[in-house]
């Protein structure tokens, strides 16, 4: 079958740096998405790899390794409107996104 | 209207009831998706479209119906809603580049 893991929820303090980590099993693989959901919004798209390595955009990276399945989202300077779900999804062989639960991040001060 | 329009915004409906949820893009996007979220679940695919005149059935497609008439809009259909299908109903389409989603803003559905 087809599994994306993340955890379920994190914590981390204002200005500091967090990893969200997404391991994967699909059925082929073809680009692998991070979105940002705050609470009762919609989910909004932060990142896309498709080839290894890191993926930089502002206070935001994501990483890819596809030999091992995994990759993260790593956020730095936190600030209090970080504080939402991060939701990590694969695009198998058919196309389709396969949505991992989501990782709740919250952001003490 | 820019990105992807949804309604209504959240509804009470009786069980039995015949619902349309509405979506309306324009950003010219080929494919199009309906999602549930519940809580602790994540998001799981109930119906997309590829193109318009196309349809296809995702992860927990049962009691919903959609249609795909033109390629603005794609309204989904609860024949005779059941409670269990309360939940929050996000509209999506791609870019046909990298496949990236982009969400309309939710249609929160009570059945009672």
């Known amino acids: 079958g087809q599994n994306i893991d993340q955890p379920t929820e994190m914590t981390a303090t204002e200005g500091a740096i967090v990893q969200i980590n997404c391991t994967y099993q699909t059925s082929g693989f073809n680009g692998l998405f991070w979105y940002q959901q705050h609470a009762g919004e919609a989910p909004t798209f932060l990142s896309y790899?498709?080839l290894d390595g890191l993926e930089e955009k502002g206070r935001f990276s994501s990483f890819l390794s596809r030999s091992k399945g995994y990759s993260y989202l790593l956020l730095k300077e936190l600030q209090m409107k970080d504080s939402a779900s991060y939701l990590c999804a694969v695009m198998d062989s058919n196309y389709q996104l396969i949505w991992g639960a989501g990782t709740k991040l919250i952001i003490k001060p | 209207i820019a990105g992807i329009t949804q309604a209504p915004t959240s509804q009470i409906l009786a069980a039995g009831r015949r619902m349309t949820l509405r979506c309306t893009q324009d950003m010219r996007h080929n494919a199009m998706y309906w999602y549930r979220q519940d809580l602790g679940l994540g998001l799981r695919l109930i119906h997309y479209?590829?193109?318009?005149?196309?349809?296809g059935k995702g992860e927990v497609p049962d009691g919903y119906s959609v249609s795909r008439a033109n390629t603005d809009d794609f309204p989904l259909t609860l024949a005779s809603a059941v409670p269990s299908q309360t939940s929050v109903y996000f509209c999506?389409?791609?870019?046909?580049?990298?496949?990236?989603?982009?969400f309309g803003p939710g249609t929160r559905l009570t059945v009672l």
């Open positions: 790899n498709v």
């Open positions: 999506a389409s791609s870019d046909s580049g990298t496949g990236a989603q982009y």
């Open positions: 479209s590829n193109t318009a005149g196309t349809t």
